[in-house]
């Protein structure tokens, strides 16, 4: 059942909703939004979790504030209760993030099962349809704009033994930049994020299944490429802030960026602020 820690109306302020955002990096996109005078609504599928988050943030001086909904966006009827919890707290929903995803790694598709590829698909690709959809249906009469989190495989590239999380983000690359077609004549907008590789607890889960013999080489490879949820959630928020942009897809981690990071002296290090 949907739940928050408050209720008044904030008119004149713009609200973002955001999926899977009570941890990395939906969290760390919603701090940075609240620090810019954004309010946000944090959903997950645990109001505990989503109260926690919430209340551990803070907008400075903005007057901001954060609501905690449950949300299952597998669920059409979760996702009505989270678009009315928002709306009725603030008054509007101007931003739509679609961040809540699952990867489930380390198999090819040949041996991928089948309750790991259905739970991939529902979330990751009916589950944001639905939260599209119901973005959308709250953005009718005053228009706003919707972010779809995109990752591995959304340029087309196949990624080894990440084939089934991969097919998922490439249909979601398709879904948003066909939903921004037909809504071109609309008052709403639909764009991608494209973040990188973001060490967040899903991918510390399944970093930890990688064979010793093979930890190594991918570890260099990790920490080349990846970066804090906070670093890609502060890169997000300005984008969100500021961009009028419509059917484009942002990337954080380019191909200039990377080459930047091969030329550094002193080689990166991401992984050590995880070990335990």
């Known amino acids: 059942m949907s739940n928050s820690t408050g209720n008044t109306r904030t008119p004149g302020t713009r609200t973002a909703v955001i999926t899977g955002s009570s941890h990395g990096l939906g ?6 939004l609240l620090e810019r005078g954004i309010n946000v609504v944090v959903s997950g599928p645990s109001i505990a979790s989503c109260r926690r988050a919430a209340a551990s943030m803070t907008g400075g001086s903005s007057g901001a504030r954060a609501l905690a909904v449950s949300c299952d966006i597998r669920s059409r009827r979760s996702l009505d209760r989270l678009s009315r919890a928002a709306r009725s707290a603030f008054g509007h929903v101007d931003i739509w993030i679609n961040n809540a995803g699952v990867a489930l790694t380390g198999t090819d598709l040949a041996t991928v099962t089948e309750d790991e590829w259905r739970l991939m698909v529902d979330i990751n690709l009916t589950g ?37 999380y991969a097919t998922t983000k490439a249909g979601l690359t398709f879904l948003t930049r066909s939903l921004a077609q037909e809504l071109t004549a609309s008052s709403s907008r639909v764009d991608g994020l494209s973040p990188g590789l973001v060490m967040t607890e899903g991918f510390l889960r399944e970093h930890a299944k990688i064979p010793e013999d093979s930890r190594v080489e991918r570890e260099k490879v990790v920490n080349l490429i990846a970066d804090h949820p906070q670093t890609v959630g502060r890169w997000a928020a300005r984008i969100i802030d500021t961009s009028k942009a419509h059917d484009r897809v942002f990337s954080w981690l380019t191909p200039a960026k990377i080459r930047r990071r091969q030329a550094l002296k002193r080689p990166r290090d991401i992984l050590s602020r995880y070990r335990t």
């Open 27 to 32: 969290y760390a996109m919603a701090q940075a």
């Open 128 to 164: 944001t349809l639905l939260a599209c959809q119901t973005a959308v249906a709250a953005m009718t009469n005053s228009g706003g704009v919707i972010y779809n989190v995109l990752g591995a495989g959304a340029d087309g590239v196949p990624v080894p033994r990440m084939g089934a």
